[in-house]
């Protein structure tokens, strides 16, 4: 990844985050050391989400609009909130163990989200699976606009369902329900990971048009 | 408070590995696809 002025910033924006929670964010004193565990969760469900809402946002705009850009814009945004996925799902039971006494529970919420993750992995298969680009772009812009819908089901997973999983504490009607300190980590973890995010994206992005015309151009 | 530092440091240490083997295999790939056209 090439360092930018998009990427320093994100890097640095993280390691600021970082050391506000390791260094001046307090332990809460019922879970003690393994509820900073939150932070990394919550900001990395948060962009794996939007990551996710724009893979379905540009899937939709390639149907109607057939612009490549869309398409590659869609399978950057999915390879990378993958990877944020990736980091919930083994952040979350490892916030378990301690808190619920078990890495795993067939809950709602956590089988919900381990099904977008397969969904996600499944359209970046599918991807590689097709030679030929506009019917890769036609078919996976489908499966992207699919696993878009999922993400309101599993946000409201804890509302639907009977789930062990914590409500959210930001994302509702009423106030936050934190306390203003950690709720001040907690927000600047989001924006941190925002702007990894967007880095992530551009790079990746960039390399899937570097690799469409290192294509052109062995075929011309 | 309950001594359960382990999960966190373990988790933290995860993410960071996750994240920066990430930005690093799009640098390689992207290495790799500009070798590609040079040659």
Known sequence: ?220 | MPDNAGFYHLAYAAAVVIYSAYAFSIHVRRKRVRGRRSR
């Open chain 1, 1 to 220: 990844m090439k360092a930018t002025p998009l990427s320093i910033s994100a890097a640095a924006a993280v390691a600021i985050a970082l050391v506000r929670v390791i260094f001046f964010t307090p332990y809460e004193m019922r879970q003690g050391a393994a509820q900073k565990i939150f932070y990394i969760h919550a900001s990395s469900a948060w962009v794996a989400f939007l990551a996710f809402g724009l893979v379905g946002l540009a899937s939709a705009l390639y149907l109607w609009l057939r612009e490549e850009r869309l398409d590659r814009i869609a399978e950057a945004s999915a390879e990378v909130g993958l990877i944020f996925m990736t980091v919930v799902l083994i952040s979350g039971p490892l916030w378990g163990k301690p808190i619920w006494g078990t890495y795993w529970t067939w809950d709602a919420r956590l089988t919900l989200s381990l099904f977008l993750w397969f969904i996600i992995l499944g359209y970046l298969v599918l991807r590689g699976a097709i030679d030929d680009r506009a019917m890769r772009a036609r078919y996976s812009a489908v499966l992207g606009i699919l696993a878009a819908l999922l993400i309101p089901f599993v946000h409201l997973s804890v509302y639907l369902f009977r789930t062990l999983h914590p409500m959210p504490i930001i994302a509702k009607p009423s106030a936050p329900s934190l306390p203003s300190q950690m709720l001040v980590t907690l927000i600047m973890m989001f924006v941190a990971f925002t702007l990894m995010y967007v880095a992530l994206l551009r790079a990746r992005y960039r390399l899937a048009v570097a690799r469409d015309e290192a294509a052109e151009a062995y075929h011309a």
